[in-house]
């Protein structure tokens, strides 16, 4: 799966610089990392998308709920590595936007 993020996210580079991924939303530590890289500008979140996952993060740790498809845009400080690497795992769904 690591190859296939890191394929399509090469992709975005060159295009549009979004991606729409599908995470699980079991993975609140992973999310809280997702939050922490729009806060520092090295991706940009949608205002609905971020009340989404922030709603996640703070109401719904550990409750049955939908998987959250969210559209990133990567910024000029985007690590793509550390993004697999770190974001990778909570990822069940990746495609350029």
């Not at 809280?32 to 729009?38: A, P, R, T």
């Amino acid at each position: 799966m690591n190859e296939n993020i890191a394929q399509i996210i090469t992709a975005a580079i060159s295009g549009s610089h979004k991606i729409r991924v599908t995470l699980d939303p079991d993975s609140t530590s992973i999310i809280e990392q997702l939050l922490e890289i729009q806060e520092s500008s090295t991706i940009s979140l949608s205002e609905d998308d971020l009340g989404i996952l922030n709603h996640i993060v703070t109401y719904c740790a550990g409750f049955d709920h939908k998987h959250p498809t969210v559209v990133i845009t990567m910024t000029d400080q985007f690590n793509a590595d550390w993004f697999v690497e770190n974001i990778g795992p909570a990822i069940e769904n990746i495609e350029a936007a």
